[in-house]
């Protein structure tokens, strides 16, 4: 079965510079979800998006900005990188929207370090 | 307080025996319970998910709910060394609309031979 699909696997910035993270989501899936994951910490959310509009929004910092596009692929760009967006940064995606019920199914996830 | 509390652990539990893993949460809202795996420097893989009060199984694993004590378990049944990885529970986030998940900080389980 396709999975979600995130690229690039791995990305190496220096400070001050711009990433962008892409996200693919399973066929049919409406929402996608961004998780920040620093070492030995848990997923913490960053931003949702359900049919193209953003549904959600949590610790995301103002440098971060993120989309879905009108295939249901989302990028999240990040701007200004500090050494603290070094971290796993992972796609989630869902069927239902609304529903309480949606299980997200996770992306094998960006690693992004910033020297 | 963190809205999803989990032992951190290490929970180390020899080969076949039965590995208990326990969460609770603050949020009485939830209505959607999660129990992810995650091997380190993998993503987060969904073992078990759990909406009702009482006890759900598949396969080797049991997730029980009691919403009464905000109270979320997973049992692991025969546990294996391939069992060995960090369970995180997560909660949607109960205030309705897409549910964002709301993770604790994971228990490290270590089965050994």
């Known amino acids: 079965a396709a999975g979600v699909i995130q690229s690039p696997r791995h990305l190496i910035k220096e400070k001050r510079e711009t990433a962008t993270l892409k996200c693919y989501p399973i066929?049919?899936?409406?929402?996608v979800y961004w998780y920040q994951q620093g070492p030995g910490q848990d997923p913490q959310f960053l931003i949702s998006?359900?049919?193209?509009?953003?549904?959600d929004k949590g610790s995301i910092p103002d440098r971060f900005s993120a989309q879905q596009f009108s295939d249901y692929h989302s990028e999240l760009n990040m701007s200004s990188l500090e050494l603290g967006d070094s971290a796993l940064y992972f796609c989630?995606?869902?069927?239902?929207?609304?529903?309480?019920?949606?299980?997200?199914?996770f992306g094998a996830g960006t690693r992004l370090s910033v020297l | 307080q963190k809205e999803v509390e989990q032992n951190s652990g290490p929970l180390s539990v020899p080969e076949g025996a039965i590995a208990s893993l326990n969460c609770t949460y603050s949020d009485r809202g939830s209505q959607s319970f999660f129990w992810y795996r995650q091997y380190s420097g993998k993503s987060p893989e969904l073992i078990m998910s759990?909406?009702?009060?009482g006890d759900k199984e598949d396969g080797r694993f049991t997730a029980q709910l009691n919403k009464a004590s905000q109270y979320v378990s997973l049992l692991i049944r025969d546990s294996q060394p391939s069992d060995s990885a960090t369970y995180l529970c997560a909660v949607n986030s109960g205030s309705g609309g897409y549910n964002k998940l709301i993770f604790g900080a994971g228990t490290r389980l270590a089965v050994h031979p």
């Open positions: 989630a995606s869902s069927f239902g929207g609304k529903l309480a019920k949606n299980i997200q199914y």
């Open positions: 066929p049919r899936h409406d929402t």
């Open positions: 759990i909406y009702s009060n």
């Open positions: 998006f359900y049919e193209k509009m953003q549904s």
